[in-house]
């Protein structure tokens, strides 16, 4: 490796070429950035900062060219900083080249034409090698699309992209008066300051280089790069140069565009890192979120060929993961009802023991029955200790081991290994009997303003047990029977001790069901509320046909009969 100190002018002089690998991130500053950057230079240009300013590292590897070609340098670090300056090089050049002073014109446009041949282009070459920097695929266009139309003089760049808003910010600021005397920005100066005062430590390490190593240094530490970033450089670092952008395009991309068509830049990252850790777990291995990028490189720490077939497998299982948690992804109906219940119960910790069951199913090893079995059971599982008030915080532990411990119990059969081996658990662990479950149904008020979905996906589920005809709780809310404001009426219904059977029953489950009407409802006597209830389509309030009185006993008797059902929704 060869660190030195330049100026931008020595980095981009020449016939070279600075390549951003085809796995870096686009181009991803913002306007804040930019104005960081001008306020910088400004101060450069009048002085008020002297000498030279230090930018910052570019760090390259040096990348096998031809003898009548460019010297071509993969950017490792810093691709951010680079892309930023020539943009604005650009912008200058265009701002020389259309400036309306004649007493400059000739200056101005020598000025121009050594900024385009000279730090912009490698003049006599062709095709890619033309630009002395080449971003991202996905960038290059709009990059491209600049540098080709400062050539051929049109004004007009295709409006789109970080890129074009780049350089429209910089032609705007090269134009604006500067300074309280609003004085015109001496565009031959400006430059000079561009190109001479601007200094970076240019780090170059040669092919046989580790340039892992080199980016895990700079970045790991720092909080620029997501883990699903460092991860990607890393395996493609690894990967030998021929290979990259085919793995690239056939396998890579179409799972980062996949995570990116569900969410913002920001999610889309964490929610990938969030997929290697539950596909790094799904055997039992213990991995902080923290070191997922740590785990996977020690993973992956081996040879060429057995890197692609690693990166398959991690693609294999990421897409996995994202049919289990984007489930309108899955393609079969039947698991796709599944996967959504899951989600809506917020029970995702059990997607890493799910991986494996998805592997399985998709190897034909296990049926659409079984693994419909096998989902029923989960959600059994974390339904009953819900209502049994059982901590979560065991449920990743759980679950990072529960594959092996079920092909322990029965290696030929997944459905009878993980019955058996949930019902074996106790303590944090348990799976709690139908007699606890109970018990816990009829008593335990459910109802918060925190549980509000979870609540409507238990009555919603009892309600689709009693009737073919599907419930959709986006159109309902939940309606306490016995109001949440007791008016007179209601105090006399409920007798003598109605401030505790109110305390201790407003909201369990016996005095709660599903209604579209329940601005109407309120705190309406209990005989006014029948007569809505029983106009619904919901099939839970049907109970209400016969009953003349809601107090504590209707309460507790209506419970009893729900968890009945319950029982049968959510088996052990």
Known sequence: MKASETTLRNLLEGTKQFQIPLFQRPYSWTKEKWETLWEDLIKLYS?????????GAIVTQSIPGTADGISPYLVIDGQQRLITLTILLAAMQYTLKHDKNKQFKEKYQKLAGELYDKILTNQYKEGEEFYKVLPTKEDSGNYQNIIIKLEKDRTVVE????????????????????????LALDLAKFKTVILERLLLVNITSDEQDNPYLIFESLNYKGQELSQADLVRNYIFMRLPHERREEIYREKWLPL??????????????NELTNSFWFYLRKDGEPVSEKEVYKAIKNRFDTTHNEIEFKLEELVQFANYYQ???FYNKEPEVKLRRWFERLVCLDFTTCHIFLLNVYHEYEQKKLSLQEFETILRYLESYFVRRWFAEISTRSLGTV???????????????????????????EKTKIWPSDEEFRE??????????????????ILASLADSLSKEKVDPQNLTIEHIMPQKLNPQWKAMLEQN????????LHSLGNLTLTAYNGELGNKPFDEKKSIYLQSNVSLNKYFQNITHWNADEIKQRADKLADIAIQVWPR
Do not use: C, W
């Not at 992209?161 to 090269?174: D, N, P, S, W």
């Open 256 to 269: 980062q565009e996949e995570f990116k068509a569900n969410m913002a830049q920001k999610e889309y990252a």
């Open 47 to 55: 002085n008020e900062v002297e000498g030279s300013y230090f930018l």
């Open 498 to 505: 109605y401030s505790q059977v109110h305390k201790e029953l």
């Open 440 to 457: 816990k149904f009829v008593t335990k008020p459910v109802y918060s303003s925190t549980n509000i979905n979870r609540v409507k996906f």
């Open 399 to 425: 679950f990072n081991n529960l594959y092996r411990e079920v092909k322990t119990a029965n290696p030929n059969d997944l459905v009878d290994g993980l019955r058996t081996v949930l019902i074996g658990y």
């Open 323 to 325: 049919r289990l948690k």
């Open 159 to 182: 409006k789109k992209g970080r890129i074009y808003e780049a350089y429209e910010f910089f032609k705007k600021q090269l134009k604006e008066p500067i300074f309280e005397e609003e």
